[in-house]
Each structure stands twice: as structure tokens, then as C-alpha cells.
């Protein structure tokens, strides 16, 4: 058995998003390496709350990476299965310390210092939109015609633009008049991916270079990069496309086929929301796809990967 392990970018922040690892000991751990980065607050009553904050920019990296390594504790690591991990956006991150490259205290204050980065220089009045249904190459030209960038590919018919918001509707409005399935405007308000985060890329370089690398342990996931869906071998060279993919656009599309090319025959989306594993229904044919928030309880996520 092979297992891919998807981690969640930003937009599915929800209330329930911890509901199976809250009280796994475990985890808690990771939820008290969090608190001090969320202004003392524990994440957990964070999410419960509700509240606008789920989606700020630094609040929502910092959420989504807490996400990631409680579940990857809680589930014990999934003991001794072959794995390989991809990370969407702020999930690459995550990727690094499931993948034994961070320490999750690291993992966690990185993703603060990225948001901050990013939050720095973009300012206020941007954001992302996502669009299916058009090509690319069609996308792209779109984009660039609203004054927007392409951020993600998802998919050949399927991705993700950023820019100005006063931009996104009206790009949303004319991918639709083009045959669009779906385009909606996020409730994201930075245009990650995009150039016009170059200065957070130096900034996140600079918090990258004074972050003490691990050595993977025996039996690590291997990790792929989310901005190539390249395989991180030298962790040095990782490094650099890691700070890279804040301002340039992420090619999703080929982290699946990574997955796909390595054999995996189990995905699990570890993180809020399901996105990632509808991708991968598609893009890993013949795999067994479930995110984790489709579970009752870790215990069931454990009996699922134990089965033949």
C-alpha cells in the first residue's frame, strides 16, 4: 500500500476543523505550540468560534499547518506505510514538517512570519478567484486581460487567478460568459502566487535561511515540492522553490501526478475542507480518496488505512 497525503491550503477553515484531534493526546502538543502565535488564544477555541478571524491571512496559515501535523500525530504518524506528502499553498509548508524536514514548532512560527511577509506586500484590496470549465492558456490570457495573474493550476480546465478584488468579479463575470463552469471569488484576501508578492518571496527566503533544517528520520514521507510537484531530494534546493512559490504560480496538477507516478493507491487530505481529495478522485484514477473531515473519528481513519 502506498499512501499520498494532501495538505489543505487556505479557504476551509470551519468551526469543526479540529473536531477529530481536539482531545487526542497526541496532538496537544502542536495545539500549545500554536497558542503563543495566535495571541495567547488555544486554536481549537479559535475555531469553534466562528469568527471573521478563521480567515485572516495569518491567522489562516497558522490554522491550516496546526490542521496538518495534529492529524499526522494523531494518526501515529500511519505508522509504518509507504507515503509520499503534497502540499496546496500554505500546505507545502505543513509538507516540510510531516515530512520530518521542520521541527512543528518551526513549521508553525514560519507560517506566521510568511503570512506577515505576504500581508506586507500586498496590503489590503486583493485576493484570489476560482475558476473551472476554461483552458488554461484561455485563463491565462483572461487574467492578464483583467489585469490579474494565474496563480494555480489545478487542473487542465481548472484554476485559481489572483489580483485586485474590484478585478476578480468582473474576471469572473467574463470567465463565465466564456463557458466557465464555476468562478467565484475566494475568501482569501492576498493574491498568493502571484508577482505581485516578489517581496514577500525574499522576506520568507531570509525566515527560511535562519530555521534549523532536520534530518529526515528512517521511513519519512517523501516530500514534493507544491510548486513543481518535483521530488524534494536535497532539502537546500527545496528551500529555495518553498520561498519561490509565494510569488509565482503553483502547478498542483503536477504534485497529483507525482502521487500517481509513486504509486498511490490511498489519498487522505489532512487539513479543513475536502477540496484536494475531489481533485485527486480525478487525477489518481483507481485510488481510494477520502479527506479526513469525511471521518468520525481518528480511530476510523486508522482502520481504513489498515484495510487490504
Not at 515530512?99 to 507560517?111: H, I, K, Y
Request: aromatic share 4%; proline share 5%; net charge negative.
Amino acid at each position: 500500500m502506498t499512501l499520498a497525503l494532501l495538505l489543505s491550503g487556505q479557504g476551509g477553515q470551519n468551526p469543526a476543523m479540529f473536531d477529530l484531534t481536539a482531545d487526542h493526546p497526541d496532538a496537544q502538543a502542536i495545539f500549545a505550540a500554536a497558542k503563543p502565535l495566535l495571541g495567547g488564544v488555544d486554536p481549537r477555541d479559535l475555531a469553534r468560534s466562528g469568527s471573521d478571524a478563521l480567515h485572516q491571512n495569518r491567522t489562516g496559515q497558522i490554522l491550516c499547518c496546526v490542521a496538518a501535523l495534529a492529524s499526522w500525530r494523531a494518526l501515529g504518524a500511519a505508522g509504518t506505510i509507504r507515503t509520499i506528502v503534497a502540499g496546496y499553498s500554505i500546505g507545502d509548508l505543513a509538507a516540510w514538517g510531516i515530512a520530518g524536514r521542520f521541527e512543528p514548532q518551526d513549521v508553525l512560527a514560519l507560517a506566521a512570519r510568511r503570512a506577515e511577509a505576504m500581508d506586507a506586500a500586498s496590503g489590503v484590496g486583493f485576493g484570489l478567484a476560482g475558476i473551472r470549465g476554461l483552458g488554461l492558456d484561455v485563463l491565462d490570457h483572461l487574467s492578464l486581460e483583467h489585469g490579474c495573474h494565474l496563480a494555480i493550476r489545478n487542473a487542465a480546465d481548472s484554476g485559481v487567478v489572483g489580483g485586485a478584488r474590484d478585478a476578480l468579479e468582473p474576471l469572473c463575470d467574463a470567465a463565465r460568459a466564456r463557458g466557465a463552469q464555476r468562478a467565484v471569488v475566494l475568501p482569501i484576501h492576498t493574491p498568493s502566487h502571484t508577482p505581485l508578492l516578489a517581496a514577500a518571496s525574499e522576506a520568507f527566503r531570509e525566515a527560511l535561511r535562519q530555521t534549523t533544517l532536520c534530518r529526515p528520520p528512517p521511513g519519512a514521507p517523501r516530500l514534493v515540492s507544491g510548486l513543481d510537484g518535483a521530488v524534494v531530494f536535497r532539502s537546500e534546493d527545496g528551500l529555495a522553490k518553498l520561498a519561490t512559490q509565494i510569488s509565482h504560480s503553483i502547478d498542483w496538477a503536477a504534485c497529483l501526478e507525482a502521487c500517481r507516478e509513486y504509486g498511490a493507491d490511498r489519498v487522505l487530505e489532512l487539513g479543513p475542507g475536502h477540496a484536494l481529495a475531489t481533485m485527486a478522485r480525478s487525477a489518481v484514477p483507481g485510488a481510494r480518496v477520502h479527506a479526513l473531515e469525511e471521518f468520525r473519528t481518528i480511530e476510523g481513519v486508522r482502520d481504513w488505512l489498515s484495510r487490504p
